[in-house]
């Protein structure tokens, strides 16, 4: 047992974990792009001087898990004598524990008096990797070289000087390297922030206190989760679902499978039976799998648990190589994080409805819409790359409907402002709504997914997209109807209708593509999917959905088919009775 109070254990813990917040404060301040100052696509952590970590701040979930690999295999590779005051080591190799090629970490010592204190560090989406698609995105990938530029972990920072010719290397081989040069230095300077912190932490209290503390909270966490673990019932629960198609193979469907199996204070979480690892970039690598199980167990459990180390200890994996959720090097993967993360919480969401259904949720939209562009920028004349994701429809619960228009369940990234969005790049933005009836029926209605028209005001553009849930709808729990597909269509310049691009160009998916050209006046129709009803939908009740038919949430006509109550001309409704069940509004 800790011989530090609970007083001042708890504000060691706040103020570690504030340290983080700080460190994603100041990335967001100076972050070039908007994925950073806008879309807060990153996450910050604190490591002891073992490598284990002690603090994470809470902003993308998908990233809970693999940051936790990436960095304790890094120091496990390097080695605790590699690292000296003012190194920064940084990489982005998915398969040392990292979560798909965008994503890359930085990683800094922290030395107090001469001896390791601990290490900070960051993990974030850098916009444009080089690679074959503009943004990163090469959705008709076949191997991870086509995907960008993989770094395994180096210095690029020493004794804390740049070491230029690694800066070379990787600026080089990035079509927007100013973008990235700005984004890498913001992160950076986040270490720094945290840096200064646990020095100040040190000097208050002594290190040998601190490492005492940090030991006390992890012993604390894992306690915690096994007290939340033992009392879901002890039992072997299981889930599936569908992916659509990996962009390379037609008409092929991948399915994740798993098994919870609960026992005692400890969980185990077997994807055995899930689909071989595809052609295309949908695959998971292990620390995307690791984080969207930690994700879904800490949906179900008490949030005040301490995010550290101990908290995922009772959490068990088994997780077969050469599948989508467990990808062999060097087979693509850029999908898996933000298209298949959020689908693997939800199977997992699923299996745990059978055990403790008072606390899961309806499947949620379960993608990021990934729609990546790029090109000379009429304006400036310099050339450009986006990344532009949007929110969905999340899955109804047991006591209220889903959330509307949320980035799925892999992330807490914020929405970029249209002001913003059009303002650096060559985009007019037509429509920005919900989508009416996107929501599955259910007595708590599944939350609505957007549609968002874009008219391309360049010469010429180039797209690409990566995009699930076109076909598989988010599913319902406890009879609770699927929420809606989303996808992506486009209207060419002087055309009345909008169309596949399988249809216009020929490619083998309608929502997995890439290098696609476009030109001015060329509309681009972007539908994300809704979540999940949960219940059944002739239980909701009546003012509601009057009130969602006021609201344009849902149409009349969704309120007679999928509700069964009759809208008169003064917007009253009437509930048929049992014989009753033909009748017009």
């Known amino acids: 047992m800790s011989r530090i109070d609970k007083m001042t254990l708890s504000l060691i813990n706040n103020y570690l974990v504030n340290t983080c917040r700080e460190m994603g404060t100041a990335m967001m301040r100076t972050a070039y792009s908007p994925i950073f100052n806008e879309g807060l696509d990153f996450s910050c952590v604190i490591f002891n001087h073992r490598g284990e970590m002690t603090a994470q701040a809470d902003y993308v979930p998908s990233m809970v898990g693999a940051i936790m690999y990436a960095v304790k295999w890094t120091i496990e590779e390097l080695g605790l004598d590699y690292f000296h005051p003012g190194d920064v080591v940084l990489h982005n190799d998915p398969y040392r524990g990292g979560c798909h090629i965008p994503e890359h970490t930085v990683l800094k010592p922290v030395f107090h008096n001469g001896e390791l204190f601990g290490f900070v560090a960051n993990i974030a989406h850098i916009t444009e990797i080089g690679g074959k698609a503009i943004g990163g995105f090469a959705a008709d990938a076949t191997d991870i070289y086509q995907e960008g530029l993989r770094i395994p972990p180096i210095r690029i920072v020493q004794d804390g000087k740049h070491v230029e010719d690694v800066w070379r290397l990787i600026l080089s081989n990035h079509r927007t390297p100013k973008t990235t040069w700005g984004d890498i230095h913001a992160m950076i300077g986040s270490l720094t922030v945290a840096e200064r912190r646990l020095l100040g932490l040190a000097d208050k209290f002594g290190a040998s206190m601190i490492h005492e503390a940090e030991d006390a909270l992890i012993a604390y966490a894992e306690e915690y989760m096994r007290a939340e673990i033992q009392a879901i019932p002890n039992g072997e629960y299981s889930f599936e679902d569908y992916i659509d198609d990996d962009g390379v193979t037609p008409n092929q469907h991948y399915r994740i499978k798993a098994t919870v199996r609960v026992d005692d204070d400890e969980v185990l979480v077997d994807y055995t039976g899930s689909s071989p690892q595809a052609a295309g970039p949908i695959n998971c690598t292990f620390g995307v799998t690791a984080s969207a199980t930690y994700n879904a167990m800490l949906q179900i459990t008490d949030p005040s648990i301490p995010r550290n180390t101990g908290c995922y200890a009772p959490i068990k994996i088994i997780n077969p190589s050469g599948t989508v959720t467990n990808v062999q090097y060097p087979a693509p993967e850029v999908g898996g994080n933000s298209e298949i993360h959020g689908r693997i919480v939800d199977v997992l969401l699923g299996a745990l409805s059978q055990a403790v259904p008072d ?144 249809e216009v160009y020929g490619t083998v998916s309608p929502s997995k593509f890439s290098g696609i050209k476009v030109h001015a006046g060329d509309q681009i129709l972007l539908i994300s999917p809704g979540g999940g009803g949960f219940g059944d939908p002739l239980k909701r009740e009546r003012e509601s959905i009057l009130a969602d038919v006021r609201e344009g949430f849902i149409s009349e006509t969704s309120a007679v088919c999928d509700y069964q109550i009759s809208i008169d001309r003064e917007g009253q409704s009437r509930i048929p009775d049992q014989h009753d069940r033909d009748f017009d509004k």
């Open 359 to 502: 606390r899961v949720a309806a499947s949620s939209g379960g993608s990021s819409l990934n729609f990546l562009f790029g090109g000379v920028h009429p304006d400036s004349r310099r050339f450009y790359a986006g990344y532009h994701f949007d929110g969905v429809g999340w899955g109804g619960q047991r006591d209220h409907d889903g959330n509307s228009m949320v980035i799925e369940l892999g992330g807490n990234c914020r929405n970029t402002p249209v002001e913003i969005f059009e303002t650096k790049f060559p985009w007019l933005v037509r429509e920005y709504s919900l989508n009416p009836d996107s929501g599955g029926p259910g007595e708590h209605r599944g939350g609505l997914g957007s549609r968002r028209l874009l008219e391309v005001t360049a010469p010429e553009m180039t797209v690409s997209a990566l995009i699930d849930r076109m076909e598989h709808r988010p599913f319902g729990l406890f009879g609770g109807q699927p929420g809606a597909a989303g996808g992506v269509w486009i209207r060419p310049k002087g055309k009345k209708e909008f169309r596949r691009f399988t």
